[in-house]
T-cell receptor
Framework: EPEVTQTPSHQVTQMGQEVILRCVPISNHLYFYWYRQILGQKVEFLVS????????KSEIFDDQFSVERPDGSNFTLKIRSTKLEDSAMYFC???????????FGPGTRLTVT | AQKVTQAQTEISVVEKEDVTLDCVYETRDTTYYLFWYKQPPSGELVFLIR??????QNEISGRYSWNFQKSTSSFNFTITASQVVDSAVYFC??????????FGTGTSLTVIP
């Protein structure tokens, strides 16, 4: 069964550093998402991406964040200058079409020290 | 206002007991989708069920069953004869017209052997 993959599974970085989280969505999916889950809290929407552009973003997704689909397969989330409060699990998800469920990747645990 | 409310933060049951996890949602859309995801201690989000707003039939899948009631905006999840492996955090989620997911705060279920 096709699945969404994410790398790395765990990333430790120092405050102020840039990080790039990578996702490979399912190949025939058209919609892509990033979510964040701070430890012990709910899953929060960050951004959705369709047709090579951001379709929706939340208040969390400020200028420090950016997304890209550089090569038609990878879908990346970049945090330019990490803060301690960026420590969380980041989930990528993809969707074939709007009537279907989102498939979530296994997540990347980001720890900012 | 919360779009998805899971009032039960934590539930503990003894193995083989039945348990119902509550989910109440809020939306003005006539077309929407409701989901349940399981998040085991390993952290990934495991899809359990999707239900669209036009299908109010209850569903049973093995020990799992779901009760969707539009009149009360509820989509409750029952586990029959609970097992230790059911211990996890369960999230209810709402998607309006297939856009971003709104997750509830989750219910942490502990099944005691």
């Amino acid at each position: 069964e096709p699945e969404v993959t994410q790398t790395p599974s765990h990333q430790v970085t120092q405050m102020g550093q840039e990080v790039i989280l990578r996702c490979v969505p399912i190949s025939n999916h058209l919609y892509f998402y990033w979510y964040r889950q701070i430890l012990g809290q709910k899953v929060e929407f960050l951004v959705s991406f369709y047709n090579n552009e951001i379709s929706e973003k939340s208040e969390i997704f400020d200028d420090q964040f950016s997304v890209e689909r550089p090569d038609g397969s990878n879908f990346t989330l970049k945090i330019r200058s990490t803060k301690l409060e960026d420590s969380a699990m980041y989930f990528c998800a993809s969707l074939r079409g709007k009537a279907y469920e989102q498939y979530f990747g296994p997540g990347t645990r980001l720890t900012v020290t | 206002a919360q779009k998805v409310t899971q009032a039960q933060t934590e539930i503990s049951v003894v193995e083989k007991e039945d348990v119902t996890l509550d989910c109440v949602y809020e939306t003005r859309d006539t077309t929407y989708y409701l989901f349940w995801y399981k998040q085991p201690p390993s952290g990934e989000l495991v899809f359990l069920i999707r239900r669209n707003s036009f299908d109010e039939q209850n569903e049973i899948s093995g020990r799992y069953s779901w009760n969707f009631q539009k009149s009360t905006s509820s989509f409750n999840f029952t586990i029959t004869a609970s097992q230790v492996v059911d211990s996890a955090v369960y999230f209810c989620a709402l998607s309006e017209a297939g856009n971003q997911f709104y997750f509830g705060t989750g219910t942490s279920l502990t099944v005691i052997p």
